[in-house]
């Protein structure tokens, strides 16, 4: 079975600076893909950015881009440039690559603020 | 820009009462997933669907649940005997094919058991 662990329950950041959130994993999959969620105050599950294990390269979208560091099993989100809409929960989540559909195995989350 | 939806936003029901999830995934997708989110914690996978069959399900996912998909366009979420600790956020999800991967959420189901 798949482990998602994130080891900050809250982080806070000024607006305009750049913040880190961690993410672990443990797996015996050598196929699979990593996501991050964001989870406003809305509730609603937004799709960050996503990395698919067997690509060396980082994935980056925007202001926001992922260290993936595959032998470590390690995750990590930078956001740069925050802005108060950034505040939300974000979820880091592992799916393995499946021919069936596969499920999604979350993180307990991190509650980022930006503080004006 | 296609979207999943839910309804109802929010569903208040009496325990061992059965209470029934709408979904409505995008139109040109082929694998639906349901999830639930019980408050302050992480969300949690329940079933996935694929094909008019369950594909997976956890260990959540237990004789009082079952989904269908009874109309090509709506997936359902069926709780029996709801109990208190079922009051939670349930999300679906869609996904075009597993090789693309992205899930799609919808704005999800508050359900309060009383």
């Known amino acids: 079975a798949q482990t998602v662990t994130q080891s900050q329950p809250e982080m806070s950041v000024q607006e305009a600076e750049t913040v880190t959130l961690s993410c672990t994993y443990d797996?015996?999959?050598?196929?699979?893909?990593l996501f991050w969620y964001k989870q406003p105050p809305s509730r609603q599950m937004i799709l960050v950015i996503r990395?698919?294990?067997?690509?060396?390269q980082n994935a980056t979208e925007n202001r926001f881009s992922v260290n993936f560091q595959k032998a470590a099993k390690s995750f990590s989100l930078k956001i740069s440039d925050s802005q108060l809409g950034d505040t939300a929960m974000y979820f880091c989540?592992?799916?393995?690559?499946?021919?069936?559909?596969?499920?999604?195995?979350f993180g307990e989350g991190t509650q980022l603020t930006v503080n004006p | 820009e296609p979207e999943v939806t839910q309804t109802p936003s929010h569903q208040v029901t009496q325990m061992g009462q059965e209470v029934i999830l709408r979904c409505v995934p995008i139109?040109?997708?082929?694998?639906f997933y349901w999830y639930r989110q019980i408050l302050g914690q992480k969300v949690e996978f329940l079933v996935s669907?694929?094909?008019?069959?369950?594909?997976?399900k956890s260990e959540i996912f237990d004789d009082q649940f079952s989904v269908e998909r009874p109309d090509g366009s709506n997936f359902t979420l069926k709780i029996r005997s709801t109990k208190l600790e079922d009051s939670a956020m349930y999300f679906c999800?869609?996904?075009?094919?597993?090789?693309?991967?992205?899930?799609?959420f919808g704005p999800g189901t508050r359900l309060t058991v009383l």
């Open positions: 999800a869609s996904g075009r094919t597993v090789y693309y991967n992205e899930q799609f």
């Open positions: 797996t015996s999959e050598s196929n699979y893909y």
């Open positions: 990395q698919e294990a067997y690509k060396q």
């Open positions: 669907f694929y094909n008019n069959e369950i594909s997976e």
């Open positions: 139109s040109n997708h082929l694998y």
């Open positions: 989540a592992f799916m393995k690559h499946e021919t069936s559909g596969s499920r999604l195995t």
